[in-house]
T-cell receptor, first 115, second 117 residues
C-alpha cells in the first residue's frame, strides 16, 4: 500500500528562524514528489516538484531535497515569516499503467510562525 | 489567467440527499482530478479525468461518481450522503496527466465545503 508519512505533525517557530519538515514515502513505482503549502480554508499551492533524478530544488526561501534511495524528502524553510504559517503537504505520485498519476498525500505538517 | 474555479464554495445537505459539485479547470488544462480532505484523513484521491475519460479512481464507494465534459469542465456527485462525507472537496487541473516534466504543475481550486447534517 502506498503511504506518505510526514513529521513533525505540528511545529511552532519564531519569526526569522529556519525549520525543516520531513517526508518518508513508500510509493511504487515512483514518479515525482511535490510539496504544497495550504493556508487555512484555501486550496493547496505548489512549492516544488522533483522527479527521480533531482535531489534538490529551491523556490525562494523554500528548498526541497529528495533521497530516492532512502525514500525521504525534506522541505527547509529559511528565515521564516508570519505568512509561512500554514499546512505543508508532501505528495508522492505513482505512475499508473496506461498513463496518468495516482497521488498519495501525507497528512501534512502544521507550521505556526510566531513573533 | 483565471485559476481553477469550484462551485459552490459552501453547502449544507441532509443525510440521504445527493450533491453535485462543479469544477472549471484552468483554460487549456485537460486533466481534472478530485480529492476529499478531512481533518483526520488528510487529502485523499477520488478520481482523475482526461479527455472525458476516467483515468484513475481512488478507494471510495460507488456513491462517489464524476464525469468530465468536452470543454474539460468536471462534476462530481455524491449520492445518499452520510455524515462522514462532510469534508472539503478539492478539484485540481493540469495540462495532461502522467508527465514528469516539472512544468506540469497541478493547480488546486479553493474547494467546496460540504457539511452533511
Amino acid at each position: 500500500k502506498n503511504q506518505v508519512e510526514q513529521s513533525p505533525q505540528s511545529l511552532i517557530i519564531l519569526e526569522g528562524k529556519n525549520c525543516t519538515l520531513q517526508c518518508n514515502y513508500t510509493v511504487s513505482p515512483f514518479s515525482n514528489l511535490r510539496w504544497y503549502k495550504q493556508d487555512t480554508g484555501r486550496g493547496p499551492v505548489s512549492l516544488t516538484i522533483m522527479t527521480f533524478s533531482e535531489n534538490t530544488k529551491s523556490n525562494g526561501r523554500y528548498t526541497a531535497t529528495l533521497d530516492a534511495d532512502t525514500k525521504q524528502s525534506s522541505l527547509h524553510i529559511t528565515a521564516s515569516q508570519l505568512s509561512d504559517s500554514a499546512s505543508y503537504i508532501c505528495v508522492v505520485s505513482a505512475g499508473v499503467t496506461g498513463g496518468g498519476n495516482k497521488l498519495t498525500f501525507g497528512t501534512g505538517t502544521q507550521l505556526k510562525v510566531e513573533l | 489567467k483565471a485559476g481553477v474555479t469550484q462551485t459552490p464554495r459552501y453547502l449544507i445537505k441532509t443525510r440521504g440527499q445527493q450533491v453535485t459539485l462543479s469544477c472549471s479547470p484552468i483554460s487549456g488544462h485537460r486533466s481534472v482530478s478530485w480529492y476529499q480532505q478531512t481533518p483526520g484523513q488528510g487529502l485523499q484521491f477520488l478520481f482523475e479525468y482526461f479527455s472525458e475519460t476516467q483515468r484513475n479512481k481512488g478507494n471510495f464507494p460507488g456513491r462517489f461518481s464524476g464525469r468530465q465534459f468536452s470543454n474539460s469542465r468536471s462534476e462530481m456527485n455524491v449520492s445518499t450522503l452520510e455524515l462522514g462525507d462532510s469534508a472539503l472537496y478539492l478539484c485540481a487541473s493540469s495540462l495532461v496527466p502522467g508527465t514528469e516534466a516539472s512544468g506540469n504543475t497541478i493547480y488546486f481550486g479553493e474547494g467546496s465545503w460540504l457539511t452533511v447534517v
